[in-house]
């Protein structure tokens, strides 16, 4: 039916939000899974590496959220889109030319001050057509997954044969057709507001408080995963194949559930499917924890793909429902904040300690009552109804 409809409609709303994704995230994957690879060879030791790796989680707390409350309060969300895609597709083109801690310091810095608004505004602006226009989120997101996950596994092919200099000018290139479909994108409607609010604002909704708390608990099972899911492989016995299949098809998973996403949401409401999507994630976890062998932990993975997956569906059109009209972009940033930005920045020098002091099946347990948690808090916002529609006081 999907695929009817966007034969018939070439340029409608589900193929731009769709192609906006399917170009977008492969490019992220030409270069983001490798990026450290990189600095390994440069020289750089794992403490440099570390402090390099905090500075796009900083700038996703702190500078995105205002950037993309700036964007709603003065319907700039597609021209601070394309500013950011212009700013870090030439960042990307810097990359080779530096060598030094210092200036690639200073790179990643000015990349984060240009990456972080892009993620919340994109998802935002995309969610709100889908909501106008009565489509499934998941139909156009599910584009970035299964093209993340085939670029990241043929990516990792490629570079090992010319070198990983060369991926930073591809996904510079790759960027340009994600900047031209991002002009085709809806701006949508300014926020209602007397322009002087805050986005403290938003907390007078304690259903959108509990979302963001999930994501911060969400948040700090996911970057485990990601950070010591490759090394635990590695000590398990796993090779360079075994870790690409982790990720990629802990990706590619993604796909039938967002393509399903639509349909699950509708016969269970947004927080029971956000119920069901931790359920699955603690299923996951445990996996990790009690994982004796790659295959193992691949599988795992997998089903980590399938519950995050249906997470970020669920929560960009929870957060889209919930936001006050013309405050998706912010609401959305808030979620990038916690999940991308508070929960690594707190958590990413102890989950390293616990993994090198403890092991990976205590780090991967302690994640798993980590998402228990926030079982538990969904749960009692059920219950107090914390989730029914909310009125909001805008003056």
């Given at each position: 039916m999907i695929a009817k409809r966007l034969a018939?409609?070439?340029?409608?709303?589900a193929t731009i939000g769709s192609a906006y994704y399917g170009f977008f995230w492969p490019m992220v994957a030409m270069y983001a899974p490798y990026f450290n690879v990189y600095l390994l060879e440069l020289g750089f030791s794992g403490t440099q590496i570390g402090v390099l790796a905090a500075v796009f989680p900083l700038f996703a707390l702190v500078v995105a959220p205002s950037l993309s409350a700036l964007a709603d309060?003065?319907?700039?969300?597609?021209r601070l889109l394309q500013i950011s895609l212009v700013g870090w597709a030439a960042v990307l083109l810097l990359y080779p030319l530096m060598t030094g801690?210092?200036?690639?310091?200073?790179?990643?810095?000015?990349?984060?001050?240009?990456r972080s608004p892009s993620l919340p505004i994109a998802d935002g602006i995309i969610a709100r057509m889908a909501a106008r226009h009565r489509l499934n989120f998941g139909d156009m997101r599910l584009w970035g997954s299964f093209g993340f996950a085939a670029v990241s596994i043929l990516s990792g092919m490629v570079w090992q044969q010319v070198g990983y200099r060369t991926m930073f000018l591809a996904a510079a290139i790759a960027m340009l057709p994600a900047l031209f479909i991002s002009r085709k994108l809806e701006e949508g409607e300014m926020a209602v507001t007397n322009g002087r609010r805050s986005i403290l604002f938003l907390a007078q909704d304690k259903g959108l408080v509990i979302l963001y708390v999930s994501a911060f608990l969400l948040g700090m099972a996911m970057f485990?995963?990601?950070?010591?899911?490759?090394?635990?492989?590695?000590?398990?016995g796993g090779s360079e194949t075994h870790i690409g299949?982790?990720?990629?098809?802990?990706?590619?998973?993604?796909?039938?559930?967002?393509?399903?996403?639509?349909a699950i949401i509708q016969r269970l409401q947004g927080p029971k499917t956000l119920l069901l999507a931790m359920f699955i994630l603690v299923i996951a976890l445990?996996?990790?924890?009690?994982?004796?062998?790659?295959?193992?932990?691949?599988?795992?993975?997998?089903?980590?793909?399938?519950?995050?997956?249906?997470?970020?569906?669920?929560?960009v059109q929870l957060l889209n429902e919930r936001a006050p009209e013309g405050w998706n972009s912010t609401a959305q940033s808030v979620f990038q904040a916690a999940f991308l930005g508070l929960a690594p920045l707190l958590?990413?020098?102890?989950?390293?300690?616990?993994?090198?002091?403890?092991?990976?099946?205590?780090?991967?347990?302690?994640?798993?009552?980590?998402?228990?948690?926030?079982?538990?808090?969904?749960?009692?916002?059920?219950?107090?109804n914390w989730f029914a529609p909310h009125s909001w006081e805008i003056n």
């Open positions: 018939l409609r070439p340029s409608g709303p309060r003065r319907g700039w969300r597609l801690f210092t200036a690639f310091l200073l790179l990643v810095i000015v990349e984060s001050a240009m485990s995963t990601f950070i010591f899911g490759g090394v635990f492989i590695n000590q398990l299949l982790l990720f990629g098809l802990s990706a590619l998973t993604e796909v039938p559930v967002m393509r399903r996403s639509g445990l996996g990790f924890a009690l994982a004796w062998s790659p295959i193992v932990l691949i599988i795992a993975g997998a089903i980590k793909g399938a519950g995050y997956g249906l997470v970020i569906v669920v929560m958590t990413s020098a102890l989950s390293g300690y616990i993994y090198d002091v403890w092991g990976a099946d205590l780090l991967f347990g302690l994640m798993t009552a980590v998402i228990g948690l926030s079982i538990i808090l969904l749960l009692l916002a059920m219950r107090q």
